[in-house]
T-cell receptor, first 113, second 114 residues
Framework: DGGITQSPKYLFRKEGQNVTLSCEQN?????MYWYRQDPGQGLRLIYY???????QKGDIAEGYSVSREKKESFPLTVTSAQKNPTAFYLC????????????FGQGTRLTVV | AQKVTQAQTEISVVEKEDVTLDCVYE???????LFWYKQPPSGELVFLIR??????QNEISGRYSWNFQKSTSSFNFTITASQVVDSAVYFC???????????FGAGTRLAVHP
């Protein structure tokens, strides 16, 4: 079945550690996105990539990094510079063309302990 | 500036009641797109509808209907005869022409009780 797979579902990190969240899609979508969701808030865009080997900062990119070496994969690294990393992270991809709907993974819940 | 406001934080209804979720948006563009997504307890967002700014026709899909009014910058979502399975967080979102980035509202949590 086609879709977006995020792993792991739950992740615990010690303060000061970097951690990488995985996102893989087999929908053949060009564009991929990372969003952060905090309780009672909408989703905020961290990074997005319209094509392989290219990505742009979203609204809250500080403390995060990404790579897009393959069309299918868009991993997100939460660095120690991110002051408040505990959140729910959602990866998405969208169909070719502009203003198309995005398809989302099931999310990774990151907790700093 | 672009902004999406969902003023209703939480709504609680009893099964079979009709419920309307409000969405108000702000944008300077004349061409833009509006979306609704459902987030069930499992966490992933499920796409419900996309509407462009030139199409003000209301849309009905089963028990779901959407009312788009450019004059009031609103794109409201109505569930008729609600069911327990409709319990979720619902997000309204906006994207401006030429961009695939979505700007989300804060979401409305709908609880449908038996």
């Amino acid at each position: 079945d086609g879709g977006i797979t995020q792993s792991p579902k739950y992740l615990f990190r010690k303060e000061g550690q970097n951690v990488t969240l995985s996102c893989e899609q087999n929908l053949n979508h060009d564009a991929m996105y990372w969003y952060r969701q905090d309780p009672g808030q909408g989703l905020r865009l961290i990074y997005y990539s319209q094509i392989v080997n290219d990505f742009q900062k979203g609204d809250i990119a500080e403390g995060y990094s990404v790579s897009r070496e393959k069309k299918e994969s868009f991993p997100l690294t939460v660095t120690s510079a991110q002051k408040n990393p505990t959140a729910f992270y959602l990866c998405a991809s969208s169909m070719p063309g502009l203003n198309t709907e995005a398809f989302f993974g099931q999310g990774t819940r990151l907790t700093v302990v | 500036a672009q902004k999406v406001t969902q003023a209703q934080t939480e709504i609680s209804v009893v099964e079979k009641e009709d419920v309307t979720l409000d969405c108000v948006y702000e944008t300077r563009d004349t061409t833009y797109y509006l979306f609704w997504y459902k987030q069930p307890p499992s966490g992933e967002l499920v796409f419900l509808i996309r509407r462009n700014s030139f199409d003000e026709q209301n849309e009905i899909s089963g028990r779901y209907s959407w009312n788009f009014q450019k004059s009031t910058s609103s794109f409201n979502f109505t569930i008729t005869a609600s069911q327990v399975v409709d319990s979720a967080v619902y997000f309204c979102a906006l994207s401006e022409t030429g961009y695939n980035k979505l700007i989300f509202g804060a979401g409305t949590r709908l609880a449908v009780h038996p």
